[in-house]
């Protein structure tokens, strides 16, 4: 195994995972809310993606520990632990909102500078864009 792949399918991953966290966390936790059916749906199926969010997350954070970068698996899981927790704990406020601004970017971040080679930041943007346009 090439020495690079587990850092790209980290970055990917990790990339895929903080976009779904972000779809999931519109549905789960809306910032207006008014009650209508539609909208306690909308609740109910971002509620059921979080959990799907952290997995992803959870399985970033894999390749990037088997290849010794402990800290950065530590910051990717980071928001896919912290964030759901907060939303399913504390449905009604803003805090997992808080935390997603805060270690979204971080996690990002940390994955983007331990690859720092442009064609596996391009096929992680692409892979964003697709997670985030599918209905």
Not at 3 to 6: C, D, E, S, V
Not at 101 to 108: C, E, N, R, S, T
């Given at each position: 195994m090439p020495?690079?792949?587990?850092l790209v399918l980290g970055l990917v991953a990790s990339l895929v995972?903080?976009?779904l966290l972000a779809r999931a966390l519109v549905n789960a936790t809306p910032i207006v809310f008014f009650?209508?059916?539609e909208e306690?749906?909308?609740v109910a199926a971002g509620r059921e993606l979080l959990p799907w969010a952290a997995l992803v997350l959870a399985l970033a954070a894999a390749p990037l520990l088997a290849s010794g970068r402990r800290l950065v698996g530590l910051v990717v899981v980071l928001p896919g632990i912290v964030c759901p927790l907060l939303a399913l704990g504390r449905p009604d406020t803003l805090f997992a909102w808080l935390a997603f601004?805060?270690?979204?970017?971080?996690?990002?971040f940390v994955t983007v500078l331990s690859n720092c080679t442009v064609?596996?930041?391009l096929v992680s943007v692409v892979a964003c864009v697709i997670v985030t346009a599918s209905p």
């Open positions: 020495k690079r792949l587990p995972g903080i976009a009650g209508t059916p306690r749906a909308a601004v805060g270690l979204a970017p971080a996690a990002v064609p596996a930041v």
